[in-house]
Structures are given as structure tokens and as C-alpha cells.
């Protein structure tokens, strides 16, 4: 079944306590991102990946770090969290070419809580 | 800077009463036009791409249209099962690679 998985599902945690957040696709899907989700403010984007090594920031990317060394792996590492990051975070890829791109495919997500 | 509004923020129908949910955009370039539904606590799923003004794309009882400047997405004889939140986004031309999402219409079917 072709997807996107991410753990894990709900995470509380303190401020300034490091953690990642793993996202993997199993649709050798070029592309990959992260996405903040908050009560009226929409979807927003936090990096992307167009391919291995290869990552940019998105609308929002203070505060995280990515990596890309797999294909199929891109997880979202919060160095310091604080409570500001509190929200639901997604996980998405896609093709870049060929007759369907950029329709993403969304992960499950994870409520993030930072106390 | 690209801007997407949809509009209304929520509507409340009863089942089998069709609508439109609207979708406006401003893009120095439209290279794709998305739509997506969410369910509560669950990730968007695709629905639609739309590339070009006047295309139309069909999937049961949803149907999503372009113009240069809007987006609908009509639903037909709707039923509990549409209640979501349709999401819209865009992706713009000159390189960028960052769509830009609509706040989405929350859309609740009556039985």
C-alpha cells in the first residue's frame, strides 16, 4: 500500500528538549516536505526536499532542521523547542514530473505539544 | 506574493442540496491548482489538479472547474460522507517549489 508514515503519532515534550519527528514514503517519490497545520492560519510550509541531499526552507523553517540522506526518509529535527512550536505537523511527498506532479501525498501527522 | 482565499470558511448543507465552494488566487504564474479534503485528525488527501483555465476534473459527486483567477469545486447531491475540509492550494511558476494553501471551507452534510 502506498504511503506515508510518521512517528510518532502524538509527542508532549518540554522546552528546549531535543527531538525528531521521522516521516518515511514508500512511492520512491522524488519529493518530500514538512507542514505546520494551525487554527487560522492554514497549512504552512517548513522545508522541502527535491531529492537525496538535497533540502530548502519553506515559509516557516525557523527553528527546525532537516536531512535528506534516503530517498524514502525525511525526518523534522526540533533543536530546541519551545512552546511557539506547538501545533500538528505533516509529513508529504510527491513525484516532480511525469503526467502527476506535485500531488502530494499527506502523512497521518503529529500533534506536537511543548510545555 | 501569492495568495490563495477560499470562501465560505464553513457551510452547513443537508443532504442531496448541491454547491460551490470557491477558491481565489493570486499568482504571478499558475503551474497547478490542488485540491485536497481533510478529515478531522487525519491528513489532506489529493482530490484534483487543475493546470490551465477552463479544465474540469470529475470524481463522483465532486467536480472542480479553473477559471484565470478562481477555482469551484461543486458538489453535487452531496451526502454525510462530504462532510471535510476542502483544502485549495496553489503552486506558482518562476521556480518555486512552495505551494501556498487556503485557509479551507469546512463543509458539513446533514442527513
Known amino acids: 500500500e502506498a504511503q506515508v508514515t510518521q512517528n510518532p503519532r502524538y509527542l508532549i515534550t518540554v522546552t528546549g528538549k531535543k527531538l525528531t519527528v521521522t516521516c518515511s514514503q514508500n512511492?520512491?517519490?522524488?519529493?518530500m516536505s514538512w507542514y505546520r497545520q494551525d487554527p487560522g492560519l492554514g497549512l504552512r510550509q517548513i522545508y522541502y526536499?527535491?531529492?537525496?541531499?538535497?533540502?530548502d526552507k519553506g515559509d516557516v523553517p525557523e527553528g527546525y532542521k532537516v536531512s535528506r540522506k534516503e530517498k524514502r526518509n525525511f525526518p523534522l529535527i526540533l533543536e530546541s523547542p519551545s512552546p511557539n512550536q506547538t501545533s500538528l505537523y505533516f509529513c508529504?511527498?510527491?513525484?516532480?514530473?511525469?503526467?502527476?506532479?506535485?500531488?502530494?501525498?499527506f502523512g497521518p501527522g503529529t500533534r506536537l505539544t511543548v510545555t | 506574493e501569492d495568495q490563495v482565499t477560499q470562501s465560505p470558511e464553513a457551510l452547513r448543507l443537508q443532504e442531496g442540496e448541491s454547491s460551490s465552494l470557491n477558491c481565489s488566487y493570486t499568482?504571478?504564474?499558475?503551474?497547478?491548482l490542488f485540491w485536497y479534503r481533510q478529515d478531522p485528525g487525519k491528513g489532506p488527501e489529493f482530490l484534483f489538479t487543475?493546470?490551465?483555465a477552463g479544465e474540469e476534473k470529475e470524481k463522483e459527486r465532486l467536480k472542480a472547474t479553473l477559471t484565470k483567477k478562481e477555482s469551484f469545486l461543486h458538489i453535487t447531491a452531496p451526502k454525510p460522507e462530504d462532510s471535510a475540509t476542502y483544502l485549495c492550494?496553489?503552486?506558482?511558476?518562476?521556480?518555486?517549489?512552495?505551494?501556498?494553501f487556503g485557509r479551507g471551507t469546512s463543509l458539513i452534510v446533514h442527513p
Open positions: 508529504a511527498s510527491s513525484t516532480i514530473g511525469g503526467r502527476s506532479p506535485y500531488e502530494q501525498y
Open positions: 512511492m520512491n517519490h522524488e519529493y
Open positions: 526536499s527535491m531529492n537525496v541531499e538535497v533540502t
Open positions: 499568482v504571478s504564474g499558475l503551474r497547478g
Open positions: 487543475l493546470y490551465s
Open positions: 492550494a496553489v503552486r506558482a511558476s518562476g521556480g518555486s517549489y512552495i505551494p501556498t
